[in-house]
């Protein structure tokens, strides 16, 4: 549970107010303990402030120096500044604004505040014995708190509270401007981010856009890919890779898969050729990339271009190179969980090709080149501009994320490596991974999943079902069996808890409900 | 001197009138221990808990009583300031008569 801190309570601890001081000490860490978030009203500023300096001049003399006033103003603020170091600001709303009508309009505005959390996920803190009997579900003395049964917070699947935690003030002031400026599509964030972006991956051309999906979409329709044109990708992937090759009227055309990083083989590429070939589309699941040397060298002795499938490997290397610009054609995703993430969706294409960016420009906005003017068929594929400004704040923090992540699959990787039955994931040389997922082989998978479930660690089995068996394709006349490696992996695959922020104590207690499940 | 005083929700309210020097006074007062539910230093918590609380406390204390800042990095305590302090200071004199903690 977060707490939201009344006045009081924080000048009780910042003050050391006697007797209440130990207590409100120890609710707030019993929080932070728990996995609660502390939260200080941005409208009650003002209110910590004065009150902390009358706490503060109780000790002086009546005849204290002229400058006494500013120097406990000054100490006061040294103090509210370090309280307030491990603590999250709760931005004041316009809607908490206008309680000048009531009674108190400063703790209407708190309580107004909690209605922005979950049901039950956060109460105000305070000594305020008033507003703990008008509002009793929304509130709790240290004492009520620290008395309460514990419910120490779960664990995430992915965490996006922590990482939101670190960038909320600039988030919060990122879609502010854009609701003030109204320019709610193409807006000045779009361009800002596809700088931005296609600096980091240093390829020339970055063309944001509504969806991975659409991104790869775009793609293939910048590529004049159609009917009677095949497409060579993977069975093992999120269905957007191949349905979009069938929404274009093409074939979409399996390649197995490698059995330890779970991406194309090359080696099975050539024979997946013919005369019909438009694009190879390997993918980078699960936050490595392809073996995209071998894959390009193929593809280029026959003239085929390459489109890669980033939307999960987005910050990964592939011999010192970002994912995204290995290949004529880079597409990647923003999807909420993905490495870099907005808060819908969103998505990427990144390519080295001045003619080709132009006509992915084109195509995002229904193939328009001037207004009114459409020589090509697009569609409606832009990235909104309040997702262009979640992302360029979130941008901030993914290069260390990835970083993190590369240490936190290592970690796993330590931890796992020796168990019988668990085969991690495997890294190719000359690959970085930004482990948007870490995925292992389990040998009894199901069996191993439904007993972390009972041990309160999430899991989850990512394509379950290979494309060539799914309905959808059922065209292909596939059959089981058809794609070995990509069935074994769909059968064995099992994805752990993974984040940047994910704890070195979590990552322990996957490891061991692990060895306990088996 | 030994006067009689109600304790009630945190305040200490003398049964008959007294006027003191200052604002603020430290002294000592006799509990009956009949009425005490934990004694202090023996809190039902874990100690590891009031540990980190107590160093918490410690780090802010440490900063209120560190040596006062030189004259150019005080703050300038102006008419609009001393105006704003007065109101804060009103407000919390109000919530004390209300038996709300300021």
């Given at each position: 549970?977060?707490?939201?801190?009344?006045?009081?309570?924080?000048?009780?601890?910042?003050?050391?107010?006697?007797?209440?001081?130990?207590?409100?000490?120890?609710?707030?860490?019993?929080?932070?303990?728990?996995?609660?978030?502390?939260?200080?009203?941005?409208?009650?500023?003002?209110?910590?402030?004065?009150?902390?300096?009358?706490?503060?001049?109780?000790?002086?003399?009546?005849?204290?120096?002229?400058?006494?006033?500013?120097?406990?103003?000054?100490?006061?603020?040294?103090?509210?500044?370090?309280?307030?170091?491990?603590?999250q600001?709760?931005a004041?709303?316009?809607?908490?604004?206008?309680?000048?009508?009531?009674?108190?309009?400063?703790?209407?505005?708190?309580?107004?505040?909690?209605?922005r959390?979950?049901?039950?996920?956060?109460?105000?803190?305070?000594?305020?014995?008033?507003?703990?009997?008008?509002?009793?579900?929304?509130?709790?003395?240290?004492?009520?708190?620290?008395?309460?049964?514990?419910?120490?917070?779960?664990?995430d699947f992915i965490d996006l509270k922590t990482q939101q935690g670190r960038v909320r003030p600039g988030l919060e002031a990122g879609i502010h401007r854009v609701l003030h400026h109204g320019q709610y599509i193409m807006g000045p964030e779009i361009n800002e981010l596809e700088k931005r972006l296609a600096a980091y991956v240093?390829v020339?051309h970055c063309i944001t856009c509504a969806s991975g999906t659409d991104a790869l979409l775009m793609a293939?329709?910048?590529?004049?890919?159609?009917?009677?044109?095949?497409?060579?990708?993977?069975?093992?992937?999120w269905i957007s890779t191949?349905?979009v090759?069938?929404?274009?009227?093409?074939?979409?055309?399996?390649?197995?898969?490698?059995?330890?990083?779970?991406?194309?083989?090359?080696?099975?590429?050539?024979?997946?050729?013919?005369?019909?070939?438009?694009?190879?589309?390997?993918v980078g699941?699960y936050g490595?990339?392809?073996?995209?040397?071998?894959?390009?060298?193929?593809?280029?002795?026959?003239?085929?271009?390459?489109?890669e499938d980033a939307a999960q490997c987005f910050g990964a290397?592939?011999?010192?190179?970002k994912a995204c610009?290995?290949?004529?054609?880079g597409c990647t995703s923003f999807f909420p969980s993905k490495p870099l993430g907005c808060y819908g969706d969103g998505g990427a294409v990144f390519?080295?090709?001045?003619?080709?960016?132009?006509?992915l420009r084109?195509i995002r906005v229904?193939?328009?080149?001037?207004?009114?003017?459409?020589?090509?068929?697009?569609i409606n594929g832009r990235l909104d501009t309040i997702q262009a400004a979640v992302l360029l704040d979130k941008f901030t923090l993914f290069p260390e994320e990835c970083?993190l992540r590369?240490?936190?699959?290592?970690?796993?990787?330590?931890?796992?490596?020796?168990?019988?039955?668990?085969?991690?994931?495997?890294?190719?040389?000359?690959?970085?991974?930004v482990y948007a997922q870490?995925?292992?082989?389990?040998?009894?998978?199901?069996?191993?999943?439904?007993?972390?479930?009972?041990?309160?660690?999430?899991?989850v089995?990512y394509?379950?079902?290979?494309?060539?068996?799914?309905?959808?394709?059922?065209?292909?006349?596939?059959?089981?069996?058809?794609?070995?490696?990509?069935?074994?992996?769909?059968?064995?695959?099992?994805?752990?808890?993974m984040s940047p922020y994910?704890?070195?104590?979590?990552?322990?207690?996957?490891?061991?409900?692990?060895?306990?499940?088996? | 001197?030994?006067?009689?005083?109600?304790?009630?929700?945190?305040?200490?309210?003398?049964?008959?009138?007294?006027?003191?020097?200052?604002?603020?006074?430290?002294?000592?007062?006799?509990?009956?221990?009949?009425?005490?539910?934990?004694?202090?230093?023996?809190?039902?918590?874990?100690?590891?808990?009031?540990?980190?609380?107590?160093?918490?406390?410690?780090?802010?204390?440490?900063?209120?009583?560190?040596?006062?800042?030189?004259?150019?990095?005080?703050?300038?305590?102006?008419?609009?300031?001393?105006?704003?302090?007065?109101?804060?200071?009103?407000?919390?004199?109000?919530?004390?008569?209300?038996?709300?903690?300021?």
């Amino acid at each position: 549970m977060d707490l939201l801190i009344d006045v009081c309570v924080a000048i009780d601890v910042c003050a050391r107010r006697l007797p209440h001081a130990e207590y409100s000490a120890m609710a707030l860490q019993h929080c932070l303990n728990q996995g609660g978030t502390l939260w200080l009203y941005v409208g009650s500023v003002q209110t910590l402030e004065y009150t902390l300096v009358r706490e503060l001049k109780r000790g002086l003399e009546p005849d204290a120096h002229p400058t006494a006033n500013g120097r406990i103003l000054k100490r006061a603020k040294d103090v509210l500044n370090a309280f307030a170091a491990d603590k999250q600001w709760l931005a004041a709303l316009a809607g908490e604004g206008p309680v000048f009508d009531r009674s108190d309009p400063e703790e209407e505005q708190l309580i107004a505040a909690l209605s922005r959390f979950k049901p039950g996920t956060a109460k105000l803190l305070t000594r305020d014995e008033r507003l703990c009997e008008r509002y009793p579900d929304l509130t709790m003395t240290p004492q009520q708190y620290l008395e309460a049964p514990s419910s120490p917070k779960g664990m995430d699947f992915i965490d996006l509270k922590t990482q939101q935690g670190r960038v909320r003030p600039g988030l919060e002031a990122g879609i502010h401007r854009v609701l003030h400026h109204g320019q709610y599509i193409m807006g000045p964030e779009i361009n800002e981010l596809e700088k931005r972006l296609a600096a980091y991956v240093d390829v020339p051309h970055c063309i944001t856009c509504a969806s991975g999906t659409d991104a790869l979409l775009m793609a293939l329709m910048a590529l004049d890919i159609g009917p009677g044109d095949e497409v060579i990708t993977v069975p093992y992937t999120w269905i957007s890779t191949a349905e979009v090759i069938s929404l274009l009227c093409a074939k979409p055309v399996f390649v197995d898969i490698q059995p330890h990083t779970y991406n194309m083989d090359p080696e099975k590429l050539e024979a997946a050729i013919t005369p019909h070939t438009k694009a190879v589309m390997p993918v980078g699941i699960y936050g490595q990339c392809a073996d995209m040397t071998r894959i390009n060298a193929i593809a280029d002795q026959h003239g085929i271009p390459v489109i890669e499938d980033a939307a999960q490997c987005f910050g990964a290397t592939h011999h010192g190179q970002k994912a995204c610009n290995l290949s004529l054609i880079g597409c990647t995703s923003f999807f909420p969980s993905k490495p870099l993430g907005c808060y819908g969706d969103g998505g990427a294409v990144f390519t080295p090709d001045d003619a080709l960016a132009d006509k992915l420009r084109q195509i995002r906005v229904h193939g328009q080149k001037v207004k009114h003017q459409h020589p090509l068929v697009g569609i409606n594929g832009r990235l909104d501009t309040i997702q262009a400004a979640v992302l360029l704040d979130k941008f901030t923090l993914f290069p260390e994320e990835c970083a993190l992540r590369a240490d936190k699959g290592k970690r796993y990787d330590a931890l796992l490596s020796h168990i019988p039955g668990i085969h991690p994931p495997v890294i190719a040389p000359g690959n970085t991974s930004v482990y948007a997922q870490y995925t292992v082989l389990a040998e009894n998978r199901d069996q191993l999943s439904q007993k972390l479930k009972q041990a309160g660690i999430p899991s989850v089995a990512y394509y379950t079902a290979p494309l060539h068996l799914q309905g959808a394709f059922a065209g292909l006349g596939h059959q089981p069996g058809d794609f070995p490696v990509s069935e074994q992996v769909a059968g064995q695959c099992l994805s752990f808890p993974m984040s940047p922020y994910l704890t070195d104590q979590e990552q322990e207690r996957v490891a061991r409900a692990i060895r306990e499940s088996l | 001197m030994k006067l009689e005083a109600v304790y009630d929700r945190g305040r200490l309210e003398f049964t008959r009138p007294v006027l003191f020097k200052r604002d603020r006074v430290h002294m000592n007062v006799e509990v009956p221990d009949s009425e005490i539910l934990h004694p202090p230093g023996q809190d039902p918590f874990p100690q590891a808990l009031v540990d980190q609380a107590r160093a918490m406390l410690d780090r802010l204390d440490a900063i209120r009583n560190a040596p006062l800042p030189p004259e150019d990095q005080v703050p300038e305590w102006n008419s609009s300031r001393l105006e704003r302090m007065e109101a804060f200071d009103l407000r919390a004199r109000m919530r004390e008569e209300q038996g709300r903690p300021a």
